[in-house]
């Protein structure tokens, strides 16, 4: 079954189709880099990466559990419904030496 774990996601750059909830995305004009919400999504999914200066998720690989959403001081977290297509350089972060999940 494609997407069912998370290296299954990476290599294959697709969510789980089983997934219901939209994936969630950060807004970097009010996020203050503060990292509590890498700390906050769960292994299984490591969705959210430090990249050169800013903070993001990776929609494919977040369920929309909601588990970053009240740790944000900022409350700069939200739905994605429709994401736009993910920068093909954010997926040099998961696996990386800096993937902070494995
Ligand atoms: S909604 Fe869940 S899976 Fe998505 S980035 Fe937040 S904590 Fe991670
Ligand atoms: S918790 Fe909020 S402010 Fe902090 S890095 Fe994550 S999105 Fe940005």
Known sequence: ???ATREERIEFRERNPKWKLPALRIEM?????CDTCIRHCPDQFGAIFNHG???????ELCSG??????????????????????????????????DPYV
């Not at 004009?29 to 880099?33: F, G, P, Q, R, S």
């Not at 909601?66 to 998961?94: F, L, M, N, Q």
């Open 65 to 98: 559990c909601g588990k970053c959403v009240p740790v944000c001081p900022v409350d700069c977290i939200y739905e994605d419904p429709i994401p736009a297509s993910t920068p093909e350089d954010w997926w040099t972060e998961p696996l990386s030496p800096e």
């Open 29 to 33: 004009a009010e996020c203050i880099n």
């Open 1 to 3: 079954m494609p997407a």
């Open 53 to 59: 200066i800013d903070v993001i998720i990776i929609p």
